[in-house]
Antibody
Framework: EVQLLESGGGLVQPGGSLRLSCAASEFTFSRYAMSWVRQAPGKGLEWVSVVTGSGGSTHYADSVKGRFTISRDNSKNTLYLQMNSLIADDTAVYHCAKALTPASDDAFDIWGQGTKVTVSS | DIQMTQSPSTLSASVGDRVTITCRAS??????LAWYQQKPGKAPKLLIH???SLESGVPSRFSGSGSGTDFTLTISSLQPDDFATYFCQQYESFPLTFGGGTKVEIK
């Protein structure tokens, strides 16, 4: 079964850092762009970042640009999100999501269950 | 950035009702629109992509239409499993953006 499994969330103080991981299985990981999408408590969905299949190109939402870095290790079928200088507004469940096609600007056909990040002192 | 506006934000309906949800883009996105269903505590599920293409495995009571700036998700006969929140998403350009969501509640 095609699956995405996130890990690495937790409680972190404002200004702190966290690294999220997303392990992929049962599809050709390197072929597809991968994104992070977050959902603050009781709120809607916010796209955070995308990386192409090769890892050569990335895009970020303005709200995280300069603080978050997306990357991938295709040899490990794993997607990452390095989050620095965290603020309270970053509190959310973070989902990784697979692009429907190899295109980076695409719909998402597979989502992970999410990992919860709480930024609080 | 392209803003996506969904309406209504909440919808009360009964099993068997025909339900329509609207999504409007702040500029033309051609047909680069997706619809998702999300249940509490769960990940979103892709229903429709490219405005009207039904994702594999999704019941045929779901349909999508529209192009340019105005789009519609229709559930032809609401089933108990359909009570959930629905989101639209544009993927015409970065940043990718979602609508605010429509919660479909039991009447």
């Amino acid at each position: 079964e095609v699956q995405l499994l996130e890990s690495g969330g937790g409680l972190v103080q404002p200004g702190g850092s966290l690294r999220l991981s997303c392990a992929a299985s049962e599809f050709t990981f390197s072929r597809y762009a991968m994104s992070w999408v977050r959902q603050a408590p009781g709120k809607g969905l916010e796209w955070v970042s995308v990386v192409t299949g090769s890892g050569g190109s990335t895009h970020y939402a303005d709200s995280v640009k300069g603080r978050f870095t997306i990357s991938r290790d295709n040899s490990k079928n794993t997607l990452y999100l390095q989050m620095n200088s965290l603020i309270a507004d970053d509190t959310a469940v973070y989902h990784c999501a697979k692009a429907l096609t190899p295109a980076s600007d695409d719909a998402f056909d597979i989502w992970g269950q999410g990992t919860k990040v709480t930024v609080s002192s | 950035d392209i803003q996506m506006t969904q309406s209504p934000s909440t919808l009360s309906a009964s099993v068997g009702d025909r339900v329509t949800i609207t999504c409007r883009a702040s500029q033309s996105i051609s047909s680069w629109l997706a619809w998702y269903q999300q249940k509490p505590g769960k990940a979103p599920k892709l229903l429709i992509h490219k405005a009207s293409s039904l994702e594999s495995g999704v019941p045929s009571r779901f349909s999508g239409s529209g192009s340019g700036t105005d789009f519609t998700l229709t559930i032809s006969s609401l089933q108990p499993d359909d009570f959930a929140t629905y989101f639209c998403q544009q993927y015409e350009s970065f940043p990718l953006t979602f609508g605010g969501g429509t919660k479909v509640e039991i009447k």
